[in-house]
């Protein structure tokens, strides 16, 4: 059973997370709500459309989805509800920005919102949270908290088990959070609630990979992951590879394959020129 206990909450869960796997691959394309024209996201459709029939979810802004994204689409959204500060400020000074009755409107499967714990707005980033459970817990909507770490806080498993455990306290009903060294102990620190690994910064795929695998033998769901999925050279051969260890769990070496072999429909392999005798 999900955590939680309203039908409603679990349904909506059980929308997010696969119940026959029990996993979760969740495609995170909401950075322009503090990036702007993030690299690969400049035309989102273009990017989200081919990458929609394998995620699980959509993690985007109420302005992308309907400025980009048709509503005939049917993935569960996991909306993103705050913001405030861009790249050129004081990242932690986030507010709601999205009225539950938005969220309500565009058939949210969930709402989420970043905690930077441990930074100058930390109150304001946990109150954020507290409104967010209180309301998703009225209609139920679940909530994703996600741990953010700003430009240079630590992302060991200390810090994130602290921030992953207050984002539970507070009532999340799940956890994003990064991949870090001990990553078992910053997933029992929070109980029954799943957890998905942040992507973070572009790597190669290989690592990219490993990472997710690693993140789900210590006990992640899965994974929400954006730019290792739309900045890589292959995007739906990334996603199918990370798909299939999420769901099929076949090994990272199977996965990588997958993502090499990958080829557009229609795409020639490229000839090689013969040698001239
Ligand atoms: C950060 O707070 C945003 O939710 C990002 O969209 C998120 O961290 C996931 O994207 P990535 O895998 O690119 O880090």
């Given at each position: 059973?999900?955590?939680?206990?309203?039908?409603?909450?679990?349904?909506?869960?059980?929308?997010?997370?696969?119940?026959?796997?029990?996993?979760?691959l969740?495609?995170?394309?909401?950075?322009?709500?503090?990036?702007?024209?993030?690299?690969?996201?400049?035309?989102?459709?273009?990017?989200?459309?081919?990458?929609?029939?394998?995620?699980?979810?959509?993690?985007?802004?109420?302005?992308?989805?309907?400025?980009?994204?048709?509503?005939?689409?049917?993935?569960?959204?996991?909306?993103?509800?705050?913001?405030?500060?861009?790249?050129?400020?004081?990242?932690?000074?986030?507010?709601?920005?999205?009225?539950?009755?938005?969220?309500?409107?565009?058939?949210?499967?969930?709402?989420?919102?970043?905690?930077?714990?441990?930074?100058?707005?930390?109150?304001?980033?946990?109150?954020?949270?507290?409104?967010?459970?209180?309301?998703?817990?009225?209609?139920?909507?679940?909530?994703?908290?996600?741990?953010?770490?700003?430009?240079?806080?630590?992302?060991?498993?200390?810090?994130?088990?602290?921030?992953?455990?207050?984002?539970?306290?507070?009532?999340?009903?799940?956890?994003?959070?990064?991949y870090?060294e001990?990553f078992?102990?910053?997933?029992?620190?929070?109980?029954?609630?799943?957890?998905?690994m942040?992507g973070g910064k572009k790597i190669p795929e290989r690592e990219a990979l490993q990472m997710a695998h690693n993140a789900v033998a210590?006990?992640?769901?899965?994974v929400?992951m954006g730019r290792n999925i739309f900045q890589s050279d292959k995007p739906v051969g990334m996603i199918q590879a990370v798909r299939a260890m999420i769901?099929e769990k076949v090994s990272v070496e199977e996965a990588y394959k997958m993502y090499q072999s990958y080829r557009?429909?229609?795409?020639?392999?490229?000839?090689?020129?013969?040698?001239?005798?």
């Amino acid at each position: 059973m999900f955590y939680g206990t309203d039908w409603g909450m679990q349904n909506r869960m059980s929308r997010i997370i696969n119940p026959e796997t029990g996993g979760c691959l969740m495609l995170a394309v909401d950075h322009g709500y503090f990036q702007g024209p993030t690299t690969g996201l400049r035309d989102l459709d273009k990017a989200v459309m081919p990458l929609l029939p394998y995620c699980d979810a959509l993690m985007i802004t109420r302005g992308a989805l309907r400025a980009f994204i048709p509503p005939k689409m049917n993935k569960p959204i996991v909306l993103r509800v705050s913001g405030g500060p861009t790249v050129l400020n004081e990242l932690s000074n986030e507010y709601i920005t999205t009225a539950i009755e938005d969220a309500i409107r565009i058939n949210a499967a969930a709402i989420t919102c970043s905690v930077y714990i441990g930074s100058e707005f930390e109150t304001q980033c946990v109150d954020n949270l507290a409104q967010l459970v209180n309301e998703g817990e009225r209609y139920g909507i679940p909530v994703l908290a996600v741990t953010a770490v700003g430009r240079d806080m630590n992302r060991d498993a200390r810090f994130l088990g602290l921030a992953s455990r207050v984002c539970v306290e507070i009532g999340a009903h799940m956890i994003k959070t990064y991949y870090c060294e001990g990553f078992r102990s910053v997933v029992k620190a929070c109980g029954n609630a799943p957890v998905v690994m942040a992507g973070g910064k572009k790597i190669p795929e290989r690592e990219a990979l490993q990472m997710a695998h690693n993140a789900v033998a210590a006990g992640a769901v899965g994974v929400d992951m954006g730019r290792n999925i739309f900045q890589s050279d292959k995007p739906v051969g990334m996603i199918q590879a990370v798909r299939a260890m999420i769901h099929e769990k076949v090994s990272v070496e199977e996965a990588y394959k997958m993502y090499q072999s990958y080829r557009p429909a229609g795409a020639k392999k490229k000839s090689v020129p013969r040698k001239s005798k």
